[in-house]
């Protein structure tokens, strides 16, 4: 009752102290013009479906290769040294530098080498850009994973006679994908948002779209009309991760 009360009090505060500031017109206008809104939201959603497709031809390549460089990172023998050097050095640089950084390296630097269409496109190279970024984020998720398998269970696999290859796949892995799987959908989520940094080098997805009526109409709506889309597709996969997390923690105890 009390949370209630409280929730009902701010949102009546909202609705009758906002409208009384002195500019509440004017962004009213500029910002939610329902004329505007109607006009410009299925060329909005329509612009969207890029998004889309950037993320699901990204999302499977980030999971491989941010596998990849966990396993490589946590390699025992010697003789891999070199690739537990590559795989730190990845995780550090592709963390260490901001993604728009990495988009606009990589999305505009390749192509300016001359290649041939369609390896020139800046979908390819903005996808890589991101799927180098998230794999190393990703990566080091996978990592504490692993990392969370109590070393008892490893040692026992051993002891049967494992491999040290068996143990890790058929013992380790798949226990510790179990435990990443909350923390993987907010990666996923963040991915879902960071598509639109590659509207700075070209593709018409939902960011430059509303750009673009922004320019034409002089007014702020299709920028709200784009947030309204991610937060249609954002909140419900938020509040998915929030109940992994929820029954993680509810089996763990």
Known sequence: MIA????????????????MTPGWEKVQKSFFNGPILIKTFPKLIEAFKLNVMIFLWSAPMIAILGLLVALARNAKSPAMFPLRILGATFTDVF????????????????????????????????SIALILTYS????EIFRAGIDSVHPSQRAAALSLGLSEQQVMREVVLPQAVRNVVPSQMNMLIALQKDVSLLSFIGPVEIFRQAGVFKSLMANFTPYVGAAIIFLLVTI???RYADYLMERQSRERS
């Open 4 to 19: 209630t009360t409280s929730t009902v009090l701010v949102l009546v505060a909202l609705i009758v102290l906002v409208p």
């Open 236 to 238: 419900p996969a938020t």
């Open 95 to 126: 963390r260490g530098v901001p993604v728009i950084l990495t988009v606009y390296l990589i999305g505009f630097g390749i192509p300016g080498l001359g290649l041939p269409r369609p390896w020139n496109s800046p979908y390819i190279w903005g």
């Open 136 to 139: 190393a984020y990703v990566a």
